[in-house]
């Protein structure tokens, strides 16, 4: 009897933490690579809010699923100049970069040049969008090619790396 007083409730628990809280996501494709890479399970939570830098996971009208970094926060000026990040004309610094910069700039700029005006006829993004960009700016498909993602399209934060054991890590900002 025990065992079911236990069970029972220990059951319910995780069916909703698994479902509602903690939800599994599998990462497909490498534009985040470094930071997660093709094949990794992440846990994904939707009741914090959104900052610069968080990994989320978001759906386009397509039903095409993403995971990405957020770069640009409602009403923000983004743009890159020479490899480096500008927020409302602001230098702003990048170190989740780190890793992929020193492995892939040799040669040529790692993020290229853009501005906002240039990729949505706006100079600030709206009061409900977000600018988000792979990590690996190279191989990413991300709001230079669809523009901003609206929030009602985000479906929440990536935090951790679950699967495989040997990736096992909370997702850096």
Excluded: W
Excluded at 76 to 104: A, T
């Amino acid at each position: 009897m025990f065992f079911i007083k236990v069970l029972f409730p220990s059951l319910i628990f995780l069916f909703i933490l698994r479902g509602f809280i903690l939800i599994p996501v599998p990462v497909d494709g490498n534009s985040m690579k470094k930071t997660l890479s093709q094949g990794d399970m992440v846990l994904m939570e939707k009741f914090t809010s959104i900052k610069r830098f968080d990994v989320v996971v978001f759906k386009l009208p397509d039903n095409s699923i993403y995971i990405k970094r957020v770069i640009g926060l409602p009403g923000d000026d983004i743009r890159y100049e020479d490899d480096q990040l500008f927020i409302n004309n602001q230098p702003v610094e990048e170190h989740f970069l780190e890793k992929n910069k020193r492995k892939d700039h040799e040669t040529a700029p790692y993020t290229t040049n853009f501005n906002l005006i240039d990729l949505t006829n706006r100079d600030r993004l709206p009061e409900d969008s977000y600018f988000v960009l792979g990590d690996n700016r190279r191989m990413s498909k991300d709001s230079r090619s669809f523009g901003a993602i609206k929030k009602q399209y985000i479906l929440g934060k990536a935090q951790f790396v679950y699967y495989p054991i040997q990736h096992m890590k909370i997702i850096p900002r």
